[in-house]
């Protein structure tokens, strides 16, 4: 059972897409097209290019805007306007997971590479609002992404995260590195199981998984 290594987390992180709601509702879809589509108009490149560059920003970077920023200059603030306009109507409100993260003992925040008033939209379609006692988005990391370490320092500095005491929900294994490393509990939020030294647990269901916790 995970509770006994739970029992001296104060604080709890969680990621947002993917995590907080189920990778079935294809939310990231609409800002990944979208996110494609801003890179082949700004460069006035094709498709497959588009794809291709983003891979290689998501490797050397962390993720499209890091790359867009480091390689051409870009002003974050009019894509993450753009990437993020998307419609959340296949999300549903999740009364069970609500119970379940408010139920948690101490502070719970949520960090994502979106923007926090993306994170905003989301929590309140879920049914999540009130919940949670801070969003942060990456432009609280000065527009750093997880999974850089120096971007997690940020926003754990501003929150007042003490690593030591929390727990870092996410479904991108990769993420879950530098919390791991600062001396988080790591939980990793997939269908899928991902092997690594960084990741404590897994969990296909995240209502599932918190109910044992308390």
Same mark, same amino acid.
């Given at each position: 059972m995970p509770k006994q290594h739970?029992? @001296?987390?104060t604080d709890w992180v969680f990621d947002l897409d993917n995590t907080l709601y189920p990778p079935a509702a294809r939310l990231f879809d609409q800002v990944?097209?979208?996110?494609? !589509?801003?890179?082949?108009?700004?460069? #006035?490149i094709d498709r497959a290019k588009a794809g291709t560059l983003r891979d290689r920003y998501w490797q050397q970077h962390g993720t499209t805007l890091a790359g867009?920023?480091?390689e051409h200059d870009l002003d974050p603030g009019p894509f993450l306007e753009i990437v993020h306009d998307i419609s959340?109507?296949? !999300?549903?409100p999740d009364a069970d997971l609500a119970a379940r993260i408010r139920a948690l003992p101490g502070r719970k925040i949520v960090y994502t590479n979106g923007t926090a008033s993306y994170a905003a939209r989301v929590?309140?379609?879920?049914?999540? /609002? $009130? %919940?949670?006692?801070? !969003?942060? $988005?990456v432009e609280n990391a000065g527009y750093r992404p997880k999974?850089?370490?120096?971007?997690?320092? /940020?926003?754990?500095?501003q929150s007042g995260v003490t690593p030591q005491h &929390?727990?870092?929900?996410?479904?991108?294994? #990769?993420? !879950? &590195?530098a919390p791991h490393e600062m001396g988080m509990r790591?939980?990793? %939020?997939?269908?899928?199981?991902?092997?690594?030294? @960084?990741?404590? @647990?897994?969990? /296909?269901d995240l209502t599932e998984f918190l109910s044992r916790l308390v």
């Open positions: 739970f029992a @001296h987390v990944d097209a979208r996110m494609t !589509l801003f890179v082949m108009n700004m460069l #006035r867009l920023m480091a959340l109507d296949h !999300l549903d929590v309140d379609r879920r049914g999540l /609002s $009130g %919940v949670f006692d801070a !969003l942060y $988005g999974p850089e370490r120096a971007a997690f320092d /940020s926003i754990f500095r &929390a727990a870092m929900f996410e479904d991108e294994p #990769r993420n !879950l &590195a790591t939980v990793h %939020v997939a269908p899928d199981a991902f092997a690594a030294d @960084h990741i404590h @647990h897994h969990t /296909s």
